[in-house]
């Protein structure tokens, strides 16, 4: 009879160990996170100033990368992680291009750019930034899939380190936005002797650049954390530590920053903005994003091939309602075919909402009994609380869309072409955005349009800012009269900021220099 | 009891083979490619076509899946997974502590709150106690888990500000997210015990026992719950396995480094490699929890014991050589 005793006994040593493994197993996570929380608690003993600064930044993000490789990234998420561990050689701040790791640069011809370096830049590995390592960065953006695009115009072959603190970039064409794909956070520079020392798979864990914060701890689906780099040329961080922990959803983020645990909550959803608004220690601050989405029409479709149906279905959208419906105050309406804070943006009559011109139109076209069309919707984000919206207010005219939700590559596979579907574009350059049109282009639009292949190849080789203007001007009144899409909203940036942050300067992509940010106890 | 063990873990090969095929055949004819996915809709064919080359996906089927086999059986590598390129061995092996801890900690939360609830309700059939306690459980089962979870943090963590809302490092993370999953299986095992010992109390070798003069303690606790027990401990096993394929929402609501949303973010991404050796991985661990259900049986149960004895003892046994222990 004592078996049972055994049997109470066994489960007991068995739950022990089960317990006993699982705990000794993740020690080291413990410790760490244990020892970060306590040093931002202890920091106001050690600090001396009058004003006590705490040591370690907490940030709330919504997506672990994939990678910390700056070539290998095609994520905002990820670059809002690398930019403060990277730089570029030039970026672009308030509507022009400034210096960063280049002191200055100049046109040799329309196909050659010579930058002149900075010769006090040190990489994380003590190394010093040199010519080399430009070249290096950019011959393997050129071999990665995630960038290579981006760089399509640089001809690396031709490209010519002068010395080691100039460097001469050839292009296949003359191209104005190669100084806006230099900006795009592939274009980061990376230490060509980390890298070939470390190997790909280890870089993209270990990182060197020469950004203000090096990584020092990378909990999988955990956290980053990120120790301040002593050699950064641009003045030390303020904040020794920065801890970026990955809390998927958005509330939780709220709440993380509502009990104190984190200091900054980024891309807070626009139903949480009343709540941080409510809470005493934190507030919401609010920036136009480069992110707007746009309906897209399949030129490849017989019956949308029709302009006076495209018209119809923009007539029938009560844009404003929608906006107002699906984002409150935190998207506008969108005028325009790329968002209002891109380079060269043209703002547009908006069209009106007409349900009876609509009618007419379909009439015209054949249709006054109705129409049926296909919606492709991706899933997550708001693109099916959009579709389910234009649903309705088309249902109205007579139209009526179906609404398939499947991600883009099961869609394609399931040998599905489509007539309307809903993107998410996020660019602030006229090459980036404009590039749907493209006949070269996916699968979206497809409009085999000669004007727009064109227009498309031809502002981008021209340097002077009035003679593309010009050209531009006349691409987006194209685009906004032909109605291959119907642009819907752009979208703001969204932070949640704990009181004790100072000096913040909010970026449209969340690309955040922290290392400029105090805070508080 | 060895020969069972050994035969039980070859047994466990040509099932994990089985598991591997059908999961490498599935991902294979998915549809959606990979590269799409993971280059997103600005990419060019030509990105697209690189990606290929470098992911090996131009390879045909089988030569793929050969190299798979041969790599776990040769080099135990299961592939790299391809957003971060890191081995999926590592990515899974870093998750699976905080997996094991949450299904452990609740399992044994569980198993505590139900079988103690379920033994009272029991042997207090119709009481009070028993209805409210059956009422109790049945709230545990109906309510869902994010729900439940959304619910803890708010209450403990941002009212009464005791417990942080999210991570899984300290003890002091591992109380809500183990509370949220460990009620609604202990509701579950409860109902299995209640009815279970219902069955067994009624049975006559019970009321010999009490007729014996035998402490209720005592028949309750040795005679009854002991015969209770098999029905039980499959319900627990199962529960437990399944918590160690991954909690997702639990994991999400609890921002927990774990199996389950590693799994499906790598399904949404196409991450081939790490669906497959994930699966793969919870395959190994489900057949394990398996065999450790099995041995539990017997060591309840001597008829299922006896059935793994070998001949030469039984033979001794029938010939009256030695005894049953």
Redesign the interface.
Same mark, same amino acid.
């Given at each position: 009879m004592n078996k049972i005793y055994k049997l109470l006994i066994g489960l007991l040593v068995i739950s022990m160990v089960l317990s006993g493994c699982g705990g000794s197993k993740t020690e080291a996570p413990a410790e760490s996170s244990s020892s970060s929380s306590s040093s931002s608690s202890s920091s106001s003993a050690e600090a001396t100033t009058e004003t006590t600064f705490k040591d370690t930044l907490v940030i709330a993000h919504h997506e672990e990368p994939a990678t910390l490789d700056p070539q290998y990234s095609n994520m905002i998420s990820w670059f809002v992680i690398e930019k403060n561990i990277f730089n570029p050689l030039i970026d672009y701040i308030d509507e022009k291009y400034v210096p960063v790791l280049a002191t200055s640069w100049e046109n040799i011809d329309d196909t050659h750019i010579r930058f002149h370096l900075r010769d006090d830049v040190l990489f994380q590995n003590g190394e010093k930034m040199t010519a080399d390592d430009v070249y290096f960065t950019f011959k393997r953006a050129l071999e990665s899939p995630k960038s290579a695009s981006t760089f399509k115009t640089l001809d690396i072959e031709n490209t010519k380190v002068i010395d080691d603190y100039t460097i001469e970039f050839a292009l296949n064409m003359p191209d104005e936005a190669f100084f806006n794909s230099i900006t795009s956070g592939r274009g980061n520079i990376v230490s060509k002797k980390a890298v070939e020392e470390m190997g790909e798979a280890e870089f993209a864990r270990n990182p060197i650049g020469t950004g203000p914060y090096m990584v020092s701890e990378w909990i999988s689906g955990t956290q980053i954390k990120l120790v301040a780099f002593d050699g950064y040329f641009n003045g030390v961080a303020k904040t020794p530590n920065l801890v970026y922990k990955f809390i998927p959803e958005a509330s939780n983020r709220v709440i993380e920053l509502e009990t104190g645990d984190v200091d900054v909550a980024l891309n807070l959803a626009s139903s949480d903005i009343a709540r941080v608004r409510d809470m005493e220690n934190a507030d919401i601050v609010m920036v136009p994003s480069y992110r707007y989405t746009t309906l897209t029409m399949s030129m490849k479709d017989e019956v949308l091939k029709d302009k006076r149906i495209r018209q119809a279905l923009a007539y029938a959208i009560d844009k404003p309602l929608l906006v107002d419906v699906i984002y409150g105050e935190s998207a506008d309406a969108l005028n325009g075919v790329m968002p209002t804070n891109a380079i060269g943006f043209k703002e547009m009559e908006p069209t009106e909402y007409n349900p009876e011109k609509a009618k007419q139109l379909l009439a015209e076209a054949g249709y006054e009994n109705g129409l049926i069309l296909e919606f492709q919707v991706d899933p997550g984000s708001e693109y099916l609380d959009i579709a389910e919206i234009i649903q309705s207010m088309w249902q109205d005219v007579g139209v009526t869309a179906n609404i398939i939700t499947m991600d883009r590559p099961s869609y394609l596979a399931q040998g599905n072409e489509y007539q309307i579907s809903v993107r998410a574009g996020n660019a602030n350059h006229p090459s980036n955005i404009l590039i749907i049109y493209d006949s070269a282009f996916g699968d979206r639009i497809q409009p085999n349009d000669d004007y727009i292949d064109s227009a498309l190849n031809e502002f981008r080789q021209i340097y002077d800012d009035a003679d593309r203007k010009v050209v531009l001007d006349e691409l987006q009144d194209y685009l906004w009269d032909i109605k291959y899409t119907i642009p819907l909203a752009h979208t703001k940036t969204i932070y949640g900021l704990s009181n004790n942050i100072g000096n913040f300067v909010p970026d449209p992509l969340g690309l955040v220099d922290w290392s400029i940010v105090t805070v508080t106890e | 009891m060895l020969r069972f063990l050994f035969r039980r873990i070859l047994m466990m090969i040509p099932v994990l083979l089985g598991v591997s095929f059908v999961v490498f055949f599935m991902s294979y004819f998915t549809?959606?490619?990979? +590269? =799409?996915? /993971?280059?997103?809709?600005? +990419?060019?064919q030509?990105?697209?076509q690189?990606?290929h080359e470098?992911l090996k996906l131009d390879e045909p089927f089988l030569v793929q899946y050969v190299n798979y086999v041969k790599n776990i059986v040769t080099k135990g590598d299961f592939g790299?997974?391809y957003?971060? %390129?890191?081995p999926v061995l590592d990515?899974l092996l870093? &998750?699976f502590?905080?997996t !094991? %801890?949450l299904a452990?900690?609740s =399992? $044994?939360l569980s =198993?505590i709150i139900g079988i103690t609830v379920g033994i009272v309700s029991a042997t207090r059939q119709y009481s009070i106690l028993d209805n409210v306690a059956t009422a109790i459980s049945f709230i545990g089962v109906s309510m869902p888990n994010f729900w439940q979870g959304?619910m803890l $943090? /708010?209450v403990f @963590?941002?009212w009464l500000?005791w417990l942080?809302? @999210?991570? !899984? @490092?300290?003890p002091m993370h591992w109380i809500l997210p183990a509370v949220t999953i460990g009620t609604s299986s202990a509701a579950q095992i409860m109902r299995m015990t209640r009815s279970s010992m219902l069955e067994v109390i009624r049975q006559d070798y019970i009321r010999t026992a009490r007729a014996k003069g035998q402490s209720e303690r005592i028949v309750i606790? &040795?005679h009854a *719950? %002991?015969n209770a *027990?098999i029905p039980i401990i499959t319900v627990v096993g199962l529960s437990f396995g399944r918590l160690l394929g991954g909690a997702v929402l639990t994991e999400? $609501?609890f921002? /927990? +480094?774990?199996i389950g %949303?590693?799994m499906v973010d790598a399904i949404?991404m &196409?991450n081939y490699p790490l669906v497959q050796g994930g699966v793969l991985f919870i395959a190994i661990v489900m057949s394990v929890v398996n065999l /450790?259900v099995d041995v *539990?049986y017997a060591? =309840?149960d001597p008829r299922i014991r006896t059935q793994f004895t070998t001949n030469s003892i039984r033979k001794k046994i029938r010939l009256g050589e030695v005894g049953d222990e």
């Open positions: - | 549809p959606g490619d990979p +590269a =799409v996915m /993971i280059l997103g809709d600005m +990419a060019t030509e990105d697209i690189m990606m470098q790299t997974s957003t971060t %390129k890191q990515e870093v &998750r502590p905080n !094991f %801890k452990g900690l =399992v $044994i =198993v959304m $943090i /708010i @963590s941002v500000g942080p809302p @999210s991570g !899984f @490092s300290t606790w &040795r *719950l %002991k *027990l999400s $609501i921002s /927990i +480094a774990g %949303k590693l949404n &196409r /450790i *539990l060591y =309840v």
